[in-house]
């Protein structure tokens, strides 16, 4: 399964994005899913993550508050929305999918080919 994940872009610090995470074969609305993100010379970090019914989020305390994660199953897509961005919010974000609802990378087996966000300051 290989999801896609878009809508990285360039915005000015205070400003918003919205991610969007999706695949060709119908898992995303299907199971649990999560955003990562990995700045230049840093590890991949945890963002937020949401059940595979949509009933719990889990997020960073470093985006709790501005970041919000919601499913659409329909449409067979998560998406993360992102607020209130700051300098340190720039990074490749990567969606994650699998049957285990968890805050681990290694917790999950499908990976999206990762979105560019850059924050300006």
């Known amino acids: 399964v290989q999801l896609q994940a878009s809508g990285g872009g360039l915005v000015q610090a205070g400003g918003s994005l919205r991610l969007s995470c999706t695949d060709s074969?119908?898992?995303?609305?299907?199971?649990?899913t999560a955003w990562f993100r990995q700045a230049p010379g840093k590890e991949r970090e945890f963002v937020a993550a949401?059940?595979?019914?949509?009933?719990?989020?889990w997020y960073s305390d470093s985006v709790k508050g501005r970041f919000t994660i919601s499913r659409d199953s329909a449409k067979n897509t998560v998406y993360l929305q992102m607020n209130s961005l700051k300098s340190e919010d720039t990074a490749v974000y990567y969606c994650?999918?699998?049957?285990?609802?968890?805050?681990?990378?290694?917790?999950?087996?499908?990976w999206g080919q990762g979105t560019q966000v850059t924050v300006s300051s």
């Open positions: 074969e119908g898992t995303v609305g299907n199971v649990a």
């Open positions: 949401i059940s595979w019914k949509g009933g719990t989020t």
């Open positions: 994650a999918a699998d049957s285990i609802f968890g805050w681990r990378a290694e917790e999950y087996e499908y």
